[in-house]
């Protein structure tokens, strides 16, 4: 997992369209889907890339404020949020000029695609560095298309063999996107199509079923049946939830880490590995949650591959474990019980990282006993976590 401190991949998500076709009363990325705007699910998904991302976010230039509040709590702080221009192009134009120096593969996606897969993203980003080039992913074409005439008069039937839906996110060389649109003569509904005119490469690699466009109230409705299925009020199954605790003492010899960050200052905890315990609190919730298990079962806790280990391993190792028994992580929710570190002024820092490892929302929060128990004494700490999990959509 790389920090997002130097991103080498930047996601802008425009979202700045007022949805004339939809009709709601809000732009189509503030409409809600099942409890979250379409906006916050396809934020989700870039929170769930393997690749820490920028994330750059296009809004209505009135709904900035709402924008950002809503990429803070999806993607765990860091994101930058841009007023979006009259036309998608323009958007996606300001989303582009604030992409950080760092980053090498650009991805525009469409914040209306709300249902994208987190492994649609990847695979984008997996293909541009393998290629060198622009990669859009898209769908053959299953009506048959006629080309016909103002009238109504048809001229010929298209060969549907040829024909890619062409879907996002798109991605590209930085280079490569920079240079279309700086020469952009053109209006395109997308990006592919600036890149293209201006003589570059681009290839089409297999889309998704589930990132279609958001673009009418049946297109709306169709994604609510998706989550309905998903959600279990149909016949599918339930979403699982787990809990787990841990505590560790205090061990004035070793160095303080929590929530998978380093505390300098700070006295640390005894434990086989770093003694991590909000980490290891939400292991046991996440194996919990799927029926994989607990953090002594599947990692030992004498084993000598983990003496020292920090969170990171073992969260990363659980969340692979999830995602490979069929699950996505939903959310997951910490409280910290213990008298110090103090942990407000870096909980923005904890959640984000904790995030970026899981790919979707932690939250954390910390308390003090009011003097009772170990905790109060100042012996030790304990957290407490609760994880949620959907079963993966099986197409
Ligand atoms: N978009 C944008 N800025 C615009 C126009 C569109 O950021 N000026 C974004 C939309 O928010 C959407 C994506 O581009 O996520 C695809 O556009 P589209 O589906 O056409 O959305 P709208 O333009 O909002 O819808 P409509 O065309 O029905 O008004
Ligand atoms: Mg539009």
Redesign the pocket.
């Known amino acids: 997992m790389t920090s997002n401190a130097v991103p080498r991949v930047s996601v802008i998500v ?9 009709g709601a009363e809000v ?3 503030f409409v809600a889907l099942g409890g979250s705007t379409l906006l916050e699910r396809s934020l989700h998904a870039v929170a769930g890339m393997r690749e820490r991302a920028q994330l750059i976010v ?1 809004a209505p230039e009135p709904l900035v404020s709402e924008a950002t509040a809503l990429a803070s709590a999806a993607f765990g702080g860091g994101a930058t949020v841009v007023p ?5 192009q ?3 134009a300001r989303g582009l000029a604030a992409v950080a120096d760092s980053v090498e593969v650009v991805l525009v996606h ?4 709300a249902l994208t897969p987190s492994a649609l993203f990847d695979a984008v980003v997996d293909e541009v560095d393998a290629r060198g080039h622009g990669v859009i992913p898209g769908l053959a074409v299953s009506d048959t298309i006629k080309r016909v005439g103002a009238a109504g008069d048809i001229h010929e039937t298209v060969d549907r063999s040829v024909l890619s839906a062409v879907q996002t996110p798109q991605g590209f060389p930085r280079t490569d996107l920079v240079a279309a649109y700086a020469a952009a003569t053109s209006e395109e509904t997308d990006d592919a199509g600036l890149v293209t005119a201006l003589g570059l490469d681009v290839s089409v690699i297999p889309g998704h079923e589930l990132a279609f ?3 009418t109230p049946a297109d709306l409705r169709r994604a609510e049946l998706v989550l309905l299925d998903e959600s279990g009020t149909n016949d599918a199954p339930l979403p699982r939830i787990g809990i787990g605790t841990d505590t560790h003492g205090f061990d004035p010899s070793t160095e303080l880490w929590l929530a998978g960050l380093h505390w300098p200052e700070e006295v640390g905890l005894a434990g086989h590995s770093d003694g991590d315990a909000v980490a290891h609190a939400i292991t046991d919730a996440l194996l919990s949650a799927c029926g994989l298990g607990d953090i002594g079962s599947v990692f030992g806790t004498s084993d000598p591959r983990f003496v020292g280990a920090h969170g990171e391993v073992f969260l990363t190792e659980t969340r692979r474990r999830v995602e490979e028994a069929g699950f996505r992580i939903g959310n997951v929710s910490v409280q910290i019980v213990g008298n110090r570190p103090r942990f407000s002024p870096r909980r923005a820092e904890a959640e984000v990282l904790l995030t970026s490892i899981l790919g979707a929302p932690v939250s954390l929060t910390a308390t003090t006993t009011d003097g009772l128990g170990f905790t109060g004494r100042g012996e030790g700490i304990a957290a407490v976590a609760t994880a949620l999990v959907f079963h993966s959509p099986s197409y």
């Open positions: 425009v979202a700045a369209g007022s949805g004339t076709r939809l732009p189509k990325a296009v979006g221009g009259e036309t998608r323009q958007s996606v469409d914040a209306a695609r466009k958001v673009t």
